[in-house]
């Protein structure tokens, strides 16, 4: 079990355009990997709340049970993470749309803590992003997301992990400036916009 608290600069690029335009002008990635998301919440839809997450990650072959408990202002992301990797063989892992508890993680004990009662989790839906690594002059790890929604839609983003969020910022935006990408700031987290493009395709279906 790993638990940390993690600080990311989010900027949502405004469309595919400036998305192909930034990994053009960034060259060869450093590293690129598929990541699918499944999404869990109580049967309530209240927990994990507007600013959590419970997420289950497949990438590069292995599988992460993932709590974050957090918010995000302006395009800074604080959360308390907790993660813990599925021990097994991935073809073991129960599948998503099973309902899931496991009472021995501390994120889902500091859920259960933060509502005041033990909830069972259910599968809320799937959601894929496509991550590029690129490293920069000022030694940022930038991460440069095409994630894609059940409704088919995709969005595009630019995160920076970091310790000196105001420092690294000046960086990553001064970096995008230079090359003439089309930015804001990131208003809403991955499972924030998700459970939105799952509500609009629910409408669409009516």
Known sequence: MSIRREIEIKLRLEGRAQYDKLCREMGTPADGWEQ??????????????????????????????????????????????????????????????????????AGLQALEQRSGRRFPLVWVGTMINQRRLYRTAEGLCMEVDASRYPDGEEDYEVEVETDHPERDRGFLEALLDRLDILYVPQPATKYQRFLQHLADRIVGER
């Open 36 to 105: 699918i998301n499944h999404y869990f919440r109580s049967e309530d839809g209240r927990i994990p709340g507007e600013e959590g997450v419970i997420r289950i990650r497949l990438e590069r072959g292995k599988a992460v049970f993932t709590v974050k408990l957090g918010s995000l202002k302006e395009g800074l992301a604080s959360a308390q993470e907790y993660e813990e990797d599925w021990q097994g063989p991935l073809e073991q892992m129960p599948p998503p749309s099973t309902a899931m508890w496991d009472a021995g993680h």
